[in-house]
């Protein structure tokens, strides 16, 4: 096999563990898995040739590790925290998940990835305490509700 296509499996491998650790809902396994995505990075980055520009892995690492950090610390110190933490985590890459599956047209897909983004904001509506900041996650909110709506509507008539 190919070094290179190793380096890109290893790489789409910690690619894998990141997404997974960003969309898991109990926060300590969260951190496992951000751990564990550092540990895979570490060996990828450990594996590049010095010579070659990684300035993208290097920074995934580092916005890895700064997540990790954050969650580890918050966890310990305000648990309510660390859950709000990992909850606009959870909604920013439910909801790019979402739009993507809905400009692909997977609407079935589209419409679940919706559904557990909306429940993600209104745990995040909960947990927020700024009145400016409630409001512009209702109005995100309103928005992705809406779309799931008008998706569930056309997937009805079509179905």
Known sequence: M?????????????????ETADLQQQIDQAVLLYQSALEQLNSYIGQLDPAVSNSQVVQQFKEVLTRAETLKRLRTDDPA????????????VLAE?????????QVAQALKLYFQLLEVLNKCHQ???????????MARFQ?????????????????
């Open 2 to 18: 190919h070094s290179g296509s190793i380096l890109s499996d290893a790489l789409a491998a910690a690619q894998w563990t990141i």
């Open 81 to 92: 925290a660390a859950e709000y933490f990992h909850s606009k985590t959870r909604a920013r």
């Open 97 to 105: 998940k979402a739009v993507a599956a809905d400009l692909q047209c």
């Open 127 to 137: 947990l927020e305490t700024e009145p400016e900041v409630k409001a512009a996650i």
């Open 143 to 159: 928005v992705y509700l809406e779309r799931a709506e008008m998706l569930r509507r056309a997937e009805q008539q079509t179905g």
